[in-house]
């Protein structure tokens, strides 16, 4: 009986220090979790129950064992995660600070990805190639940068920072920085004339295909009343 009151003493002990460290190395990223989800209650909640955070977390470590060019056991460890979590990224890919991901089912990164800081992904999000081509053929995301749930953005291109990428727009082509883009394929838009601001509205972001016929439909009508 005593020996097993100390091995449990021992394996809380355990996990109470890997939950302490994992605590302290991933503090930036669990408060930016909480700070762009209204639904997060509290740190401990955040660190326990955020599929995000938890992909993130096996993500650092696969890029520390990726960058030692210990390739197998890195992505052993993201397939890991992908089974876990439903989010899958390459440890071969960049990801910088205050990163979250919002529910993140269906996820992908891959490889020569790079992610500034700030960045917010919602689910299905694919940061993708278009090619068998080697060398960097995945996209470059800035700094702030808002990638709206099932949004595709593919190829070796840039976003620029403080851009929204709407709800499944599809992504070929380069951004600039403080832009909106939505539809397929991916059109800049703004908000009565300035990009809409971080809270990425969904059901009110502005299609300039619509924009343009509308504005069409009106002159049309002003000139049969003539």
């Known amino acids: 009986m005593d020996l097993l ?6 394996i809380l002990a355990v996990f109470v220090l890997k939950v302490s460290l994992i605590s302290l190395l991933f503090y930036s990223d669990i408060r930016a ?3 762009k989800d209204p639904a997060a209650k509290s740190f401990l909640e955040v660190l326990f129950l955020y599929p995000g955070v938890h992909a993130l977390v096996y993500y650092r470590i696969g890029h520390f064992l990726y960058r030692m060019r210990l390739f197998f056991l890195a992505r052993l460890l993201s397939q890991f995660a992908r089974f876990a979590t439903g989010i899958e990224i390459h440890p071969g890919a960049q990801i910088g600070k205050k990163f979250f991901i919002d529910h993140g089912m269906g996820v992908v990164i891959g490889e020569t990805a790079i992610i500034g800081d700030g960045v917010l992904l919602y689910q299905g999000v694919t ?3 278009t090619g068998l081509e080697k060398g960097k053929r995945h996209p470059t995301i800035g700094d702030n940068v808002v990638i709206g749930a099932g949004a595709k953005v593919l190829g070796n291109i840039v976003v620029g ?5 709407g709800a ?3 992504v070929i082509k380069d951004v600039p920085a403080d832009s909106t ?3 397929v394929p991916g059109r800049i838009t703004k908000q009565e004339g300035r990009k809409i601001d971080i809270s990425l509205d969904h059901v009110h972001i502005l ?3 619509m924009q343009a016929m509308e ?3 009106s002159r049309i009508d002003k000139l049969e009343k003539k």
């Open 215 to 217: 504005e069409l439909q």
């Open 168 to 170: 499944n727009a599809v």
């Open 207 to 209: 299609d300039p295909i």
């Open 161 to 165: 920072d403080n851009s929204y990428i």
């Open 5 to 10: 009151i100390f091995v449990l003493l021992i």
């Open 127 to 129: 940061l993708g190639g």
């Open 181 to 183: 883009v939505v539809g």
């Open 33 to 35: 979790a909480q700070g």
